[in-house]
């Protein structure tokens, strides 16, 4: 599985933006597909994640409420859209995949994208 992220940029406190990451592979439909971040200088942290139907979600406390995660089962895309924006949210966004796994793991994950830099200014 390769994953392709896209969507990150600048954006000012309380905003929105929408993180997209495209996946190859036949198999999509049976990946949870998730997001960890990694500000500078700060260990790379649980975003959130969705399961391989789509059905089920889990978020971060820090997150929850301004994120959801959405999958297109169909476009092998998945997505993250992120609002009421903090600078605290400032961070490298990795898209990540593991199969048929419901973990905030870092090593439930198999499979890891790019990253993509979102900047929040205040």
């Known amino acids: 599985v390769q994953l392709q992220a896209s969507g990150g940029g600048l954006v000012q406190a309380g905003g929105s933006l929408r993180l997209s990451c495209a996946a190859s592979?036949?198999?999509?439909?049976?990946?949870?597909m998730g997001w960890f971040r990694q500000a500078p200088g700060k260990e790379r942290e649980f975003v959130g994640f969705?399961?391989?139907?789509?059905?089920?979600?889990n978020y971060a406390d820090s997150v929850k409420g301004r994120f959801t995660m959405s999958r297109d089962n169909a476009k092998n895309t998945v997505y993250l859209q992120m609002n009421s924006l903090k600078p605290e949210d400032t961070a490298v966004y990795y898209c990540?995949?593991?199969?048929?796994?419901?973990?905030?793991?870092?090593?439930?994950?198999?499979?890891w994208g790019q990253g993509t830099q979102v900047t929040v200014s205040s």
């Open positions: 990540v995949a593991g199969l048929r796994v419901l973990s905030r793991t870092q090593t439930s994950y198999a499979y």
């Open positions: 592979g036949r198999t999509f439909s049976s990946y949870t």
């Open positions: 969705i399961s391989w139907s789509g059905g089920s979600t």
